[in-house]
């Protein structure tokens, strides 16, 4: 089993078909098998050293499965008992419920979270070599500043594991420590290639400005850029006598500055950042601490390194690989969050459904690769219409939702006639040179006008979708009716979802079917299913045994079932069956739910619900033991 599989993204067999992007890595571990790294950037290849980096992977017990880099030499790793009773158990035991952290322990940094797995939860350790942390930790004793000012900022750099957080607590907490003027922190924008201020104190606002980006590549304008394309460290004790620091430093500090001392954050010859530390006038201070900054700049290059691969991490799961954008499951997390946030505000919340017109046609036209390249530019297309704090995702095949939060009716029509005519815009050259025009079709639905939960919005926006392209295509539709498919039976296509079923599966799935077929409809009676969710539903049954079976052992076949146009409807249920309810309760899809009781009282007799309680909905295993009590 590889690390993309427990994490539920796609390996690098997955892409052999299709091209689909991806930097995919495959590391040796200790039993002789790989652990296969799917990286959404190749950034973290340079630092992929396992003298230096080691990750392990364990089961729900705490014990190890697999082990790679630097875990292959801590001895905690090799023993056969459960990790739990390690001095690591509480940042497992964390783990496993739902949280993230670190530990720093014996010269080495835990970073621990979990990954979900069928229906267990395993942790995913990564360990980063801590010895420049150690040998700070040791001269800090030296000097009580020196081992205040460190102490202060391991805590806030181990309470946070975003670039972002880490930046700003670590730019007050090293300015509170050390009384200094200001401090700046610049972190590394790998998209643009360049340095982004990630976090300021004690500069004003004309200075932040000024330098919210450095472009090193294209000369030294400034002390910071020079640091940076430098790799060299630099030290002024008066700003005002030095030519690169009289103009700025001198005259952006709210309190009147003395000398400044500029580090770059650097590890394995990778820039990450810089480091810019401003006096207070007069600090005499202020020249002795040299030594306590570079320890400073190391430690914190340390900690930011490590979050900078944690959220390349954490993007796998979040992301979809060949857009970049947010993926099905994270856009339905984020689309729950923001309609319970919705009915406590009173504020509205707007919905996109956006289709890529005739797409089917242009793949086989114009060949996958360049379909996916469409799908590429109609995701960034979308991305430069919408706000920062707007979700742009990625719903399945060539279907794409922004959720737009405090947005009206209005604004959301306009966003989306705004989307409209960007990709209208937008012109593809084939490979013979011919230029392809490429036009959506959007629907829009706003809460509460749509519908009063995130299902219900994403339907109305779904069937003002369907109006937009039954109309005509390449126009914007916006919800007016009510929120139901009953007249939308024929865009659920059985015949074309049954085709999808390979022949050696056809009488398994058949009979499942027809054992499944009266407690499917009698659950749609009880829970007031409509038409087409109850078609659906039934749907689902027929092509459950295909799933199960290919996803692991055709995962080629798999993807492409899911991104056909047939299983649009189908999607949300099947990507979610395998969650459990106490951990994500009504956030899973209702025909999830009712699916996973069906199967388990089915196929497994009930024995399931015996033994695995907390994973299934309780209304509906006491509606099914009703309904069949009854009978």
Same mark, same amino acid.
């Given at each position: ?160 594991? @975003? ?26 924008? !790998?998209? /643009? ?26 000369? !030294? ?24 620091? !009289? ?41 002795? @601490? ?23 991490? /954490? ?16 856009? @339905? ?73 405090? !947005? ?73 009716? @009510? ?121 497994? /007799? ?26």
């Amino acid at each position: 089993m590889t690390l993309l599989k427990e994490l539920g993204v796609r390996t690098i067999e997955d892409r052999s078909g299709d091209g689909k992007v991806g930097f995919p890595i495959s590391v040796p571990t200790n039993d002789g098998q790989n652990i296969v790294l799917d990286l959404p950037v190749p950034s973290p290849l340079n630092c992929l050293d396992p003298s230096q980096i080691g990750v392990a992977i364990l089961d729900p017990t705490g014990k190890v499965r697999r082990t790679w880099g630097l875990a292959n030499r801590i001895a905690l790793f090799r023993s056969s008992q459960s990790m739990l009773d390690s001095p690591l158990g509480n940042l497992l035991e964390a783990s496993y419920q739902g949280s993230h952290g670190s530990l720093y322990f014996e010269g080495y940094r835990y970073y621990s979270a979990s990954v979900a797995h069928e229906d267990s939860t395993n942790a995913f350790v990564l360990i980063v070599n801590a010895q420049e942390e150690r040998n700070a930790k040791r001269q800090a004793s030296k000097s009580w500043r020196m081992a205040n000012a460190l102490k202060r900022l391991g805590k806030i750099l181990t309470m946070n594991q @975003q670039v972002h957080s880490i930046a700003v607590a670590a730019a007050h907490e090293i300015a509170s420590a050390t009384e200094l003027a200001a401090v700046l922190i610049w972190t590394l924008d !790998s998209n /643009e290639n360049c340095l982004r201020l990630t976090a300021s104190v004690g500069a004003n606002r004309a200075g932040t400005n000024i330098l919210s980006k450095l472009a090193p590549d294209n000369g !030294s304008t400034c002390v910071a850029e020079l640091v940076a394309a430098s790799r060299q460290c630099f030290f002024t004790p008066d700003v005002s006598d030095h030519v690169l620091t !009289s103009e700025l430093e001198a005259k952006f500090c709210y309190l009147r500055p003395g000398g400044a001392s500029v580090h770059p954050l650097v590890i394995s010859d990778r820039l990450l950042g810089v480091l810019e530390l401003v006096s207070r006038e007069g600090d005499g201070f202020f020249d002795e @601490q040299q030594e306590l900054f570079q320890t400073i700049a190391e430690h914190f290059a340390l900690a930011l390194n490590a979050a900078v691969m944690f959220e390349d991490f /954490e993007k796998l799961a979040t992301n979809d690989a060949l857009t970049g954008i947010a993926n099905h499951r994270c856009l @339905q997390e984020f689309l729950h969050q923001r309609v319970v946030e919705a009915a406590r505000t009173g504020q509205e919340l707007g919905v996109i459904m956006i289709d890529v017109d005739h797409f089917r046609s242009f793949n086989e036209e114009e060949g996958h690769d360049a379909g996916d390249e469409v799908l590429r530019l109609v995701a960034e297309a979308i991305k430069t219409c919408v706000r920062p704090y707007d979700l742009a995702a990625r719903y399945g095949g060539e279907e794409f939702t922004v959720v737009m939060p405090g !947005s009206s009716e209005q604004t959301t029509l306009s966003v989306a006639e705004r989307i409209r005519q960007r990709v209208e815009s937008l012109v593809f050259v084939t490979r013979t040179g011919h230029h392809r025009h490429v036009t959506v079709s959007l629907g829009s639905a706003s809460y509460p006008n749509g519908g009063v939960d995130a299902v219900d919005i994403l339907k109305a926006a779904d069937v003002a979708l369907f109006e937009a392209k039954r109309s005509g295509r390449n126009r914007v539709v916006v919800f007016k009716g @009510q929120t139901s498919f009953d007249g939308r039976r024929e865009d659920l296509n059985l015949p074309g979802i049954i085709a999808w079923i390979p022949d050696e599966d056809r009488s398994h799935s058949e009979d499942l079917y027809q054992r499944c077929l009266h407690d499917a409809i009698g659950l749609s009676a009880q829970l007031n299913l409509s038409a087409m969710q109850t078609a659906i539903l039934q749907a689902l049954v027929r092509v459950i045994p295909t799933v199960r079976r290919v996803r692991d052992v055709d995962p080629e076949f798999f993807e492409r079932m899911r991104n056909a146009e047939e299983f649009r409807l189908l999607l949300p249920s099947i990507d979610a069956l395998e969650e459990r309810f106490e951990q994500r309760g009504a956030k899973i899809p209702l025909l999830a739910r009712t699916l996973a009781v069906i199967l388990a009282v089915v196929e497994g /007799e009930g024995k399931p619900l015996a033994d695995d309680p907390h994973r299934y909905d309780p209304e509906i295993v006491a509606m099914i033991y009703e309904r069949r009590s009854a009978a």
